[in-house]
């Protein structure tokens, strides 16, 4: 059995969420000047190509950091919160033989 998680706690919670929606917001606004740097490298390199060249790389960019962002935002609200020792260590007896 699982012990109870913090994050149950109405109040951890709403402070948790919050917290990680203000990375996101962040990460959101450093995502969209990286993506402003890349087209302007990527005009200055190669000219005007195509503008589906430059959405395309723009969405990639962008969504690839996001995606970052999303996934490391999470592994911080569960470790910062104490959802992690929440969970009980089924094999944590084997693994000390």
Do not use: C
């Amino acid at each position: 059995m699982t012990g109870r998680s913090p994050l149950d706690d109405p109040e951890n919670a709403r402070f948790a969420w919050s917290r990680y929606r203000t990375i996101m917001k962040g990460m959101a606004a450093f995502s969209t000047a990286v993506v402003v740097v890349v087209l302007a490298v990527l005009y200055w390199q190669v000219g005007f190509v195509s503008i589906h060249l430059f959405i395309a790389s723009a969405l990639g960019v962008w969504l690839t950091i996001m995606l970052m962002a999303a996934l490391m935002g999470l592994v911080f609200l569960s470790s910062g919160t104490g959802h992690d020792e929440s969970i009980e260590d089924r094999l944590g007896e084997e693994r000390d033989r």
